[in-house]
């Protein structure tokens, strides 16, 4: 039987005392009681936001659908390499196996390697801790960033079960001067399809965290896909005249949004 | 270097140092298993705790599991052992002790006493052989009280942070988030926000700014900005209203290093706070966070498990007489911590482990998208929790920080947990709350009514 009018049910206040606030943040504020808990709307509006995370870390590209989005003619086909990590439950447990290739990784990246000199830059699409970022966000970026560096010559990896770190034996692999790690970043509940960049200059195993330069939080509501384009082929440019990437880097680029580690910053995907 | 061994179950199982035996002791973890640590089978655990029962308290005193040359840690450890506190288990084995700390004559006053006397090994060790219900039984005998403008730890008490992070700092979106738990009874532990960035500047606007929401509503309680000690240290010479200088520490030399810090800066930086004299009731005022993984993420754990070299961390945070302490229990991720039960063993071994050394033991029940948990596990962790005598736990939000991107408890959860077991928060807060016109008879916080006083004042 459904409660009748006069029964007292959830506190949500009729007039929305936060409505003042709620343009300045995006936190579950004035959520309203029942009792001491959240009343049935909040408790299952989180519980969607953390199912759509949740699906976002386990979810797969479809990465057929993503090359066929890619501007592959001034770049060649895609070349796909797979982490060490078998599947996911191994990928969420064993972060080091995402920074390596799997056996068979290399000789297709060998096969492909242009002659020395002949990369400036490659594109390493992975799929990090959200398929959904990258579905949604990583084509676009591609674009954003091609159409900014008419004459560079570029390859383009996707990488499966990948962590920032994997772009470094990728990068070698291909003698690029650059490797761009574009990569689905840790979800939270508020943004599950959220896209990373990590650049780093000379990628070659054994590369630090401190010498890469990182552009986060692109997705529908943060950086855009152009803005982040821009940003990158700065940091790029100016990479490539100093020859290095990371914290002295970092420290040359006022206009870009700080990328200072918080206090308390999560590792990267 | 001497190795360890037992026959058992018609199988002889040898540990080739006394850290391989603490380390294959541990409960199952993805970080001792990530690094290589961990027990390859159920019965070389076991058979390593039978090895660790046997050996006597004293052996952590003789054999350091870090080099006293080498790491400072270890150096404060060493330095500052108390062997006449010590002396009442000094011919325990750890098996021993664990019977002892479960037995009637371990009282809170002799717990207290006994507590200068123990080493982070030690501690670490014991809890190894501890089920669940042990580090509860044992951890709600322990009371470690400190105090700054409130009174934290208090027998039948719970206390709070209030975390009303921003992803800018934007100053209205903070103020909204803090009056929403402040309408929740929340903040009594501390009003304290992680900054998007370290920037100085910000950091000292931010300080502002919770200072004028303090001295606006006379809310008995304090304020910290978690940022980096070096920028609390240059805020403090700047004249900033800074309370409490946070740092998030680890359990060795190296580790620190990593976060940019010594125990000398934390030194300075206890003084120069100690100096402004800004707390009423009390003179703690160092708020320290810690939590199991962060010395393997820097790669400096010298081969020894994550939860004893997270046990080490507290050994640092005890020296500097801290107002707070917590661990952020599932912040790490499912490469340390994979699921739920390893993130609710982990918060109650930290919390018995921490209050057992004598410091001030909070917990941030918290984990990641990426982890195998949900609330549902968060409401069990905080139950064992408070019932084991937890100083205080963190609420955000409806449970979901959009700075840091991770889930800890809602302002609801805490209400309600406080409700549910009668616990109160901090009296001087408690006083504020019934002064405001908060609470109701029975000293409960019930769902506040546009038309109350309170509720006119603070969304005023």
Redesign the interface.
């Known amino acids: 039987m459904p409660p009748s009018a006069d029964l007292p049910t959830a506190t949500i206040l009729p007039l929305d005392p936060f409505a003042r606030f709620r343009s300045a943040t995006r936190a579950r504020i004035g959520l309203g009681r029942a009792g001491d808990a959240l009343p049935t709307p909040a408790l299952l509006d989180f519980q969607m936001a953390h199912a759509l995370a949740r699906d976002a870390v386990y979810g797969t590209v479809d990465w057929d659908a993503l090359a066929a989005d890619l501007p592959l003619a001034a770049t060649g086909p895609v070349i796909a390499v797979h982490s060490d990590a078998p599947d996911r439950a191994t990928y969420l447990r064993r972060p080091d196996l995402g920074r390596r290739l799997d056996a068979d990784s290399p000789a297709r990246l060998n096969a492909a390697r242009p002659p020395a000199g002949a990369c400036d830059l490659v594109l390493v699409i992975a799929d990090g801790l959200s398929a959904a970022a990258v579905q949604a966000w990583a084509a676009p970026l591609t674009h954003e960033i091609l159409a900014r560096i008419p004459g560079w010559q570029v390859r383009i990896v996707t990488a499966r079960q990948a962590r920032v770190a994997l772009g470094d034996p990728v990068g070698h692999a291909l003698g690029a001067t650059l490797a761009a790690v574009l990569i689905g970043e840790r979800p939270g509940l508020s943004v599950a399809d959220s896209l990373g960049i990590y650049l780093t200059y000379d990628p070659r195993p054994g590369r630090k965290d401190s010498e890469r330069n990182c552009l986060s939080n692109i997705h529908a509501n943060g950086l855009s896909p152009a803005l982040a384009a821009e940003k990158l082929v700065w940091l790029m440019t100016e990479a490539r005249r100093r020859t290095l990437t990371g914290v002295d880097l970092k420290e040359e680029a006022p206009t870009l949004e700080s990328t200072g580690a918080p206090e308390t910053l999560p590792t990267p995907p | 270097m001497a190795s360890f061994s037992v026959q058992t179950g018609g199988q002889r199982h040898t540990f080739d140092s006394l850290s391989t035996v603490m380390a294959c002791a541990s409960p199952r973890r993805?970080g001792d298993?990530?690094a290589g640590l961990a027990a390859a089978t159920d019965t070389r655990r076991v058979a390593a705790r039978m090895v660790l029962a046997d050996l006597p308290l004293k052996i952590f005193l003789d054999q350091p599991l870090i080099p006293y040359e080498t790491d400072e840690v270890t150096r404060l450890i060493c330095d500052t052992h108390d062997a006449a506190a010590f002396a009442p288990v000094a011919s325990l084995t750890v098996g021993e002790f664990r019977d002892w700390l479960l037995s009637y004559a371990a009282t809170a006053q002799a717990l207290r006493a006994l507590a200068p006397g123990l080493t982070p090994e030690m501690v670490a060790a014991v809890s190894k052989l501890m089920r669940n219900a042990d580090l509860m039984a044992v951890a709600a005998k322990c009371r470690v009280v400190t105090a700054f403008r409130t009174t934290v730890g208090l027998d039948g008490c719970l206390s709070s942070r209030l975390q009303?992070?921003?992803?800018t700092d934007?100053p209205?979106?903070?103020?909204?988030?803090t009056l929403?738990g402040l309408l929740f009874g929340i903040g009594d532990a501390v009003i304290g926000i992680?900054?998007?960035?370290?920037?100085l500047s910000a950091c000292m606007t931010l300080l502002e700014m919770l200072d004028q929401v303090r001295t606006k509503y006379d809310i008995p309680t304090q304020s910290c900005v978690?940022?980096?000690v070096t920028n609390s240290l240059q805020a403090m010479e700047r004249g900033a209203p800074l309370d409490l200088v946070?740092q998030?520490i680890a359990g060795t030399e190296a580790a620190n290093r990593g976060f940019g810090i010594s125990l000398s800066i934390l030194s300075e930086a206890l003084e120069a706070a100690r100096s402004l004299k800004r707390g009423t009731v009390g003179t703690n005022v160092m708020y320290f966070?810690t939590g199991q993984g962060s010395a393997l993420?820097a790669d400096a754990h010298h081969g020894v498990d994550q939860q004893t070299v997270e046990v080490r961390a507290y050994a640092v945070a005890r020296a500097f007489d801290p107002f707070l302490v917590n661990t952020?229990v599932g912040?790490?991720?499912?490469?340390y911590l994979?699921d739920s039960k390893q993130i609710i063993r982990a918060g109650l071994e930290d919390h018995f482990c921490g209050k057992l050394l004598g410091v001030p033991m909070g917990v941030d029940v918290c984990y990641?998208?990426?982890a195998e948990a949900?609330?549902d596990d968060m409401d069990t962790l905080m139950t064992l929790l408070a019932t084991a005598g937890v100083n205080f736990v963190i609420g955000?939000?409806?449970?979901?920080d959009?700075m840091?991107?991770?889930?800890s408890l809602?302002y609801?959860d805490i209400?309600?947990l406080r409700?549910r077991l009668a616990l109160r928060p901090a009296p001087e807060f408690d006083g504020w709350l019934a002064r405001m016109g908060l609470l109701d008879d029975s000293g409960r916080l019930p769902?506040p009514?546009?038309d109350q006083p309170a509720?006119r004042r603070l969304?005023g």
């Open positions: 993805s298993e990530l009303p992070n921003h992803p934007d209205l979106g903070i103020a909204a988030s929403d992680n900054p998007a960035t370290d920037n978690l940022t980096h946070f998030s966070e993420s952020v912040f790490i991720g499912p490469e994979f990641t998208n990426h949900d609330q955000v939000p409806g449970a979901d959009v840091l991107n991770y889930q809602s609801h209400l309600g409700h769902p009514t546009p509720f969304m």
